[in-house]
């Protein structure tokens, strides 16, 4: 089956960790993206990449990192900077297109808490 | 840049309609998107309509687009307990950021039996 991966679901971490979400799809999409999703806040852009060992900050990058090796991952570190890191972190992946709709299919979104 | 509204709340009886608005400034953008996100999962696209497009049906669903406004709204007929979830608005301008969606905060909709 097609479609996009994240793990954990549920992740603990102490204050002043980094820790790292991960992200996979087999959809053979360029772009990828992760979201910030607070109650109530709807979704924000961290970062997004559209092409293998480049990406670019979202509207919230600050205290997050990402790399993008391969085209199938983009994983994202949430580090000690990030002030507020408890959240629903969403990944989602695209085509590239300037001339048609451009679904994102998002995965199943992993929930950080950071006691 | 892009702001996207919507309200944040609509609860409706099982059966009848229910009608999520939304709206967007920006006037370029081109397509405009309609996501369902149930409790502790992605999201997931239920329809889309382009910009020179005023409405879009698809089963149960109607998008209509007053450009003019800049006014989104999508209709559920015959809603079902199934329906509940939030309920986003996006838009995309391919003008700015390729791919970049920008997000409405979101409607919950609650169907009570």
């Known amino acids: 089956d097609g479609g996009i991966t994240q793990s954990p679901k549920y992740l603990f971490r102490k204050e002043g960790q980094n820790v790292t979400l991960s992200c996979e799809q087999n959809l053979n999409h360029d772009a990828m993206y992760w979201y910030r999703q607070d109650p109530g806040q709807g979704l924000r852009l961290i970062y997004y990449s559209q092409i293998v060992n480049d990406f670019q900050k979202g509207d919230i990058a600050e205290g997050y990192s990402v790399s993008r090796e391969k085209k199938e991952s983009f994983p994202l570190t949430v580090t000690s900077a990030q002030k507020n890191p408890t959240a629903f972190y969403l990944c989602?992946?695209?085509?590239?297109?300037?001339?048609?709709?451009?679904?994102?299919?998002f995965g199943p979104g992993t929930r950080l808490t950071v006691l | 840049g892009e702001d996207v509204e919507q309200s944040l709340f609509l609860s409706v009886r099982e059966g009848d309609s229910s009608v999520i608005n939304c709206t967007y400034t920006d006037s370029s953008s081109t397509y405009l998107y309609w996501y369902k996100q149930e409790p502790g999962a992605g999201l997931q696209l239920l329809t889309y309509?382009?910009?020179?497009?005023d409405m879009k049906q698809d089963q149960r669903l109607t998008v209509l687009l007053n450009k003019k406004d800049k006014h989104l709204s999508l209709r559920i007929a015959d809603t079902q307990t199934g329906d509940s979830a939030i309920y986003f608005c996006a838009a995309m301008n391919y003008g700015g950021s390729q791919g970049n969606l920008i997000f409405g905060k979101g409607t919950k909709l609650s169907v009570k039996p």
């Open positions: 989602a992946s695209s085509i590239i297109s300037g001339s048609s709709y451009n679904e994102q299919f």
């Open positions: 309509i382009f910009s020179n497009m």
